[in-house]
């Protein structure tokens, strides 16, 4: 996939793009084969609209042919070489809870709040729910996260998060709504997949796990702070963070746009400076010109809309410190405090150049900290960015992190069903050799 397209389609502000570029929706999920009466007679609590298929295999090995995923949704998030499982046969569930807005697209349904639950015959007793990355819709994880997880015998749930794509600030009645649906979505799907899990198997999940990148890995922050009764712990990879006194994206983000243009006219030393400040990485220039024409002004723009729309400016000028109350008020409903209360191993890449890790990550690990003796791990992991579909434009000086990801989740198995701690937080240096695609060591 040409580099453009690959981060068109892959990170925190793409999802109404990625239809752009994508081939049309697949149509509606088929029914359940007969025989199978336990499952045609399954059910989720609350949703509007309800359809189930049995599979031979739920994996996106089998999914894509059948037309049980959309690959749009999942476009550019990791990288070409990735090694996944395939072979998981199971029961689908597809469908929408009762929502105002149409933003998703997917199976014609144009209805938002669509989620996707998938139950694996073979089941480990275990339940990882996911919210999407960036703007996307549900099945955004689908290779990072549903793959893996259903081969190890999870049950497994995600949501849209009841808005996608570039204009999703238009859901709402208030600056704020549209995200802070996000984390009611991702709360009403776990308690219905509980009780969808209990109806197939007969007994309720004995574990339950959130796993998120990017506005996903937000989701699972948020959640482990709000909602910890619901899950046993959880993995945040490049969670976006999200401060009513910052850091946020509006703290940074106009810094880099303005002085970006004369750093990449002349190479303006004092510009270089900005931009460091900024929270960019050194050694991470050359991923600048392509976050620049695609990523920095998109993602300021849209995101300001849902906080401030009254702002008329140019976003390069935008002061967040200097705007209205409420404002800072919107963002502070949606904002993280780091007093989680589950198992949390968080995981960001020193090459982000989307969201800084030192105004991301090593900020809500500091934010985590200070909030006591939380069960937490951070692996700050070196040359990672934040699209994994980029390694394979630049594999001589990148990694991606979903091989760590996964690590991560082995990890806290361990750690939250036989007490066996993960490796201190550390950074990890970027392998010399071997398969980065597919292997990470926290050791």
Known sequence: MPVRTAALTAGLATGALVAALAAPAHAAP????????????????????????????????????SGHTVPADFAGLHAAGTRNPSGVPGVQLDGYFPDDSA??????????????IRLPDRWNGGLVVAGSPGNRRQYANDVTISDWALAKGYAYAATDKGNSGVEFSKDGRRPGDAVAEWNHRLTQLTRAAKKVVASRYGRSPGRTYAAGISNGGYLVRWQLENRPELYDGGIDAEGTLWRADGPNLFTYLPSILRAYPAYAATGDPSAHKALLKAGLAPGSEFLWPFHDQVYWELTQRIYREEFDPAYTGPEAEYDYASRPKEVHRAVARISLTGQIRKPLITLQGTYDTLLPIGTDSDVYAKLVRARGKAPYRYYRLEAANHVDGLYDTYPNRLRPLLPCMRTAFTALESWTRNGTPPPKSATLPRPASGDLANTCSFS
């Not at 298929?53 to 999914?63: I, K, P, Q, S």
């Open 30 to 65: 088929g029914h359940t084969s007969p025989g199978h009466a336990r499952e045609r007679a399954l059910t989720v609590p609350g949703a509007e609209k309800l359809v189930s298929a049995r599979l031979d295999d739920l994996t996106t090995a089998g999914t894509v042919a």
């Open 103 to 116: 933003f998703n697209t997917n199976h014609g349904w144009n209805h938002d709040a669509q989620f996707v």
